[in-house]
T-cell receptor
Framework: AQKVTQAQTEISVVEKEDVTLDCVYE???????LFWYKQPPSGELVFLIR??????QNEISGRYSWNFQKSTSSFNFTITASQVVDSAVYFC?????????????????FGTGTQLKVEL | NAGVTQTPKFQVLKTGQSMTLQCAQD?????MYWYRQDPGMGLRLIYY???????DKGEVPNGYNVSRLNKREFSLRLESAAPSQTSVYFC???????????FGQGTRLTVV
């Protein structure tokens, strides 16, 4: 069975600090996808990034960057120069192919989330 | 473009009552999902529908049923609500295998 571990339950930082959110996963699949979602206080889930298991290049999008290391089964997320608006719960998720299904669907397994609080 | 729309946003039920949570997506996605979110437990998959006409159990299906009414709509039914079903429920959809899922705004359900 797949598993995603986000060991950091809560992180507090002061604005402009850099912060890294850890994600460790377990899967027997050779092909899989990893995701990060953000859940702000308003409650909706916002997609941030998708990464497949064959692409270990790091990715940067503005202040956000992701470090995928297959050797350690980790997919960590760094926010540079954090801002108050970054305060949210962040979820890492792993995609499992739906067996016997053609044409669609991925079953996402989520971690328990990391609550990030950015204070002035 | 509304994306994924869930109704209602809030609901209070008495133990034993039944209700249906509605979900519709306008993105022509093949797959739809129902998750529940509980404190400290992340999101857990209740049921999913990989494509129109198919449904299957997820991680926590007991006490729930689903209907994929058509490609757009996927409803979740609680036949006899229990306090353990107090949770926030999210509907989601995805275009195809291993693409990102888009989520509705959530339904906060309290069973007393």
């Amino acid at each position: 069975a797949q598993k995603v571990t986000q060991a950091q339950t809560e992180i507090s930082v002061v604005e402009k600090e850099d912060v890294t959110l850890d994600c460790v996963y377990e899967t027997r699949d050779t092909t899989y996808y990893l995701f990060w979602y953000k859940q702000p206080p308003s409650g909706e889930l916002v997609f941030l990034i998708r990464r497949n298991s064959f692409d270990e290049q790091n990715e940067i999008s503005g202040r956000y960057s992701w470090n995928f290391q297959k050797s350690t089964s980790s997919f960590n997320f760094t926010i540079t120069a954090s801002q108050v608006v970054d305060s949210a719960v962040y979820f890492c998720a792993l995609s499992e192919a739906l067996i016997g299904v053609t044409g669609g669907g991925n079953k996402l397994t989520f971690g328990t989330g990391t609550q990030l609080k950015v204070e002035l | 473009n509304a994306g994924v729309t869930q109704t209602p946003k809030f609901q209070v039920l008495k133990t034993g009552q039944s209700m249906t949570l509605q979900c519709a997506q306008d993105m022509n996605h093949n797959s739809m999902y129902w998750y529940r979110q509980d404190p400290g437990m992340g999101l857990r998959l209740i049921y999913y529908s990989a494509s129109e006409g198919t449904t299957d159990k997820g991680e926590v299906p007991n006490g729930y049923n689903v209907s994929r009414l058509n490609k757009r709509e996927f409803s979740l039914r609680l036949e006899s609500a229990a306090p353990s079903q107090t949770s926030v429920y999210f509907c989601a959809s995805s275009r195809q295998q291993n693409t990102e899922a888009f989520f509705g705004q959530g339904t906060r359900l309290t069973v007393v």
